[in-house]
């Protein structure tokens, strides 16, 4: 992505954009802030502070003006003298250099990328409206059909236990067997709510624009199966929605991966969770992953590998 692509993507708010900014600068503003305070601790607690006021104030960026690292730095100084006011800014700094930066460069902790990446997001949950979609998917659709049925099963079941308990003050006679049945309407109702709240949850992550729609088709031993990953690149978040798998045998178990493409040609495979087959309708929680390129699930052991069986891979997102 090019200098100008990236600007352009902040200034729409695209959080996504966000992480490329942090992975492409943090090493050279660190570098910066501690050449100027000398701290690991306070360095890190500016550089957060920094990428939070660069994305908070970067309507006020003008490509015009100057560099774009210029103005990077720019802000990256103005919070260390909010931080210490008695720090003095050198002209080497004010008018840096690429050679300098790059000799300053210094990679911070890889926790604080977490941290900036949790704040912009919670900048913008407050400052923006969730938007919908003009054309909804088949799956959004079908969710809300679904909520708007639990409503009306809810209303419906509460009108149909205050029938009961009416009769329970006329026909005395029938008391236990009314009670009973209650009983069951109560339960059933809180299962009815449980499942609205799921669903509602549900409907909120695959209708959300910063989670990605990773679709995985089943090989030849599973053709009949599908599968979806709604993935959030920035918080890392995961669900997953399988349906038609096979059921695994006795002491099977099927795993979720996620691969990611090394540039020596490698591909890490890492453990995005285990699959229970019917446990419930809907998406549901997998593992938190930062980086994925390609989705697969395998037939492993119960319990899950540390290495995934490639012969027993069932289903695969495209590359």
């Known amino acids: 992505m090019t200098e100008e692509e990236l600007i352009e993507r902040i200034r729409s708010r695209n959080t996504v954009a966000a992480g490329i900014l942090y992975d492409r600068y943090a090493a050279l503003l660190y570098g910066v802030v501690f050449h100027l305070v000398e701290s690991e601790k306070t360095a890190q607690e500016i550089l957060e502070e ?44 004010k008018n840096i250099t690429d050679e300098k930066l790059s ?10 990328r977490t941290a900036v990446m949790e704040r912009i997001q919670s900048i913008e949950n407050v400052n923006s409206f969730p938007k919908g979609k003009e054309n909804p998917s088949e799956k959004s659709h079908l969710l809300r059909y679904s909520i708007y049925g639990c409503i009306a ?13 009416s009769k329970l003050k006329t026909v005395k006679s029938e008391r236990d067997e009314l009670l009973s049945k209650n009983g069951e309407i109560t339960s059933e109702l809180k299962d ?4 609205y709240i799921k669903i509602w949850n549900d409907f909120k992550v695959v209708t959300n624009p910063d989670y990605l729609n990773i679709k995985l088709k ?12 709604f993935w959030n690149p920035v918080t890392g978040n995961s669900y997953l929605d399988v349906k038609n798998l096979p059921p695994p045998a006795s002491g099977k178990q099927y795993q979720l991966w996620a691969m990611q493409k090394a540039k020596n040609g490698s591909m890490p495979l ?18 938190n992953i930062s980086k994925a390129d390609i989705w697969g699930i395998t037939l492993e052991k119960k319990g899950g590998s540390d290495l995934p069986n490639l012969s027993e891979l069932y289903m695969k997102s495209e590359d």
Not at 270 to 287: D, F, L, T
């Open 218 to 229: 089943g090989m030849k031993t599973s053709l009949e199966a599908t599968a979806e990953v």
């Open 50 to 93: 920094t990428f939070v006021k660069i994305w908070s104030s970067f309507p006020a960026y003008n490509v015009v003006t100057g560099k774009f690292s210029d103005w990077l730095v720019k802000v990256a100084g103005e919070m260390v003298l909010n931080k210490i006011p008695s720090v003095e800014i050198p002209i080497e700094i």
């Open 103 to 112: 000799e300053l460069r210094r990679n911070p902790a890889p926790e604080l």
């Open 270 to 287: 890492v453990n995005a969770g285990m699959i229970e087959i019917g446990s419930e309708e809907g998406i549901y929680p997998m593992k």
């Open 153 to 165: 099963l809810m209303f419906i079941s509460l009108v149909f236990n205050y029938a009961l308990f």
């Open 192 to 195: 009815t709510k449980s499942k």
